[in-house]
């Protein structure tokens, strides 16, 4: 990898750091998995390897190619699972398009592009219900089970 690359990896890294967290807990966290994959191509540590629980793909790999046959595992599965794991290998190019793709992100620029009038987000059905959802995840409003009856009942 040239010296390039790598410090287009480094800005990368910086940026995905200034990602704002997600509002709603997934399995896997964007933000997390683009730092794991990306820190190494800077040249980085990865931040909390030491607290991680779960092991990363170079480990998986590791793991893989230091048994014979982990879990009952047949060499042929073996090999099938061993080729099928990426081989990440990055140009300049393709880091700067990553660049490119994450600050359209973080300014919302398709938000703006392609803006959603008054109309879908308070139907006329219904005005208040994705603020009531908004309420719920955000953890401002909680609905009692009588409000929630309510809702199912009459439909608002």
Known sequence: MTQTAKE?????V????KFPKERVKHLVSFKEA???RFR??????????SEQSKPSIAEIKDIINRTSGPLGLKK?????VQEALPEEQFSETQIQEQIKSLNALMSDKYKN???VG???????????????LND?????GKETIFTAMRTVVFGK
């Open 76 to 80: 042929d599965l073996l090999k099938k």
């Open 40 to 49: 190494p191509v800077a040249g980085l540590e990865t931040a909390g390897s």
């Open 113 to 115: 592009y392609y803006a």
């Open 8 to 12: 287009s990896a480094k800005q990368l």
């Open 136 to 140: 719920e995840i955000e953890g401002k």
């Open 118 to 132: 008054d109309k879908l987000y308070k139907p006329a059905g219904n005005p208040v219900y994705y603020q009531r």
């Open 34 to 36: 683009q730092l794991d």
């Open 14 to 17: 910086r940026l995905l750091e």
